[in-house]
C-alpha cells in the first residue's frame, strides 16, 4: 500500500469559516509534509513533521495550523483564509531517513476555494 | 535554497522519445527525482537516481545524470497518450524538496 489519502477532495468555504484538512498514510512513514501548489506552479512546502514533531515551517501564516495527532494522520486546520490562499493543498509522506534520500509520496490533494 | 530549472514545453509524436531535461545548482543533493502530475491528481514518484550513479532505467523511463555539468534528463521511451502530464524534476536537502517549474508534455497522435 502506497497510498496517502486527502479528504475532502474539494472545499469551498468563506473567509469567516473554519474547516479542517485531513490526510492519512499507513505506510509505516514518520515523516508527513503539507505542500501548497497553485495553478500551473510546483509544489512549496509549509510544514514538516518528524516523528509526530514539527520540524520545519516554512514561514506560513498563523491562519494555517497544522496537528500530526499520531503516526498515520495529519490534520490542516484553517481559519480567517483569504481568496489568495485558494489552492491545491498536497500532503505527502515519506520513511524520516533522516531528510536525505526521502521519497515523498503524495496524496492527491484537496482543491480549496476561498470566498 | 536550492535552483532547479527546466523547459516548460515538449510536445511529442505518440510512439516516439521524448526528452525532459533539467539543471541544478547544488551538488550537494545525494537524490535527484521525477515526478508526474496528471491534471487535476498530486504528484507520483515516477523515479529517482543516487548521485554517485550516472544512469538508472526502469522500463520505458531512463534517467541520466551529469553531475559535473549539474543536469538531469528523464527520456521516456514509446511515448503514450498517457504519458500527458507536467514532469518535475527535484533535488532533495534536509527533508525540504525544490522543484523544478514543470515540464508540460503533450502527447500527439
Known amino acids: 500500500d502506497t497510498e496517502v489519502t486527502q479528504t475532502p477532495k474539494h472545499l469551498v468555504m468563506g473567509m469567516t469559516n473554519k474547516k479542517s484538512l485531513k490526510c492519512e498514510q499507513h505506510?509505516?512513514?514518520?515523516?508527513m509534509y503539507w505542500y501548497k501548489q497553485k495553478a500551473k506552479k510546483p509544489p512549496e512546502l509549509m510544514f514538516v513533521y518528524s516523528y509526530e514533531k514539527l520540524s520545519i515551517n516554512e514561514s506560513v501564516p498563523s491562519r494555517f495550523s497544522p496537528e500530526c495527532p499520531n503516526s498515520s494522520l495529519l490534520n490542516l486546520h484553517l481559519h480567517a483564509l483569504q481568496p489568495e490562499d485558494s489552492a491545491l493543498y498536497l500532503c505527502?509522506?515519506?520513511?524520516?531517513?533522516?531528510?536525505?534520500?526521502?521519497?515523498?509520496?503524495f496524496g492527491s490533494g484537496t482543491q480549496l476555494s476561498v470566498l | 535554497g536550492e535552483d532547479v530549472e527546466q523547459s516548460l514545453f515538449l510536445s511529442v509524436r505518440e510512439g516516439d522519445s521524448s526528452v525532459i531535461n533539467c539543471t541544478y545548482t547544488?551538488?550537494?543533493?545525494?537524490?535527484l527525482y521525477w515526478y508526474k502530475q496528471e491534471p487535476g491528481a498530486g504528484l507520483q514518484l515516477l523515479t529517482y537516481i543516487f548521485s554517485n550513479m550516472d544512469m538508472k532505467q526502469d522500463q520505458r523511463l531512463t534517467v541520466l545524470l551529469n553531475k559535473k555539468d549539474k543536469h538531469l534528463s528523464l527520456r521516456i521511451a514509446d511515448t503514450q497518450t498517457g504519458d500527458s502530464a507536467i514532469y518535475f524534476c527535484?533535488?532533495?536537502?534536509?527533508?525540504?524538496?525544490?522543484f523544478g517549474a514543470g515540464t508540460t508534455v503533450t502527447v500527439r497522435a
Open positions: 527535484a533535488t532533495l536537502w534536509d527533508y525540504k524538496l525544490s
Open positions: 505527502a509522506s515519506s520513511q524520516a531517513t533522516g531528510g536525505f534520500g526521502e521519497k515523498l509520496f
Open positions: 547544488d551538488s550537494s543533493s545525494t537524490y
Open positions: 505506510m509505516g512513514h514518520r515523516a
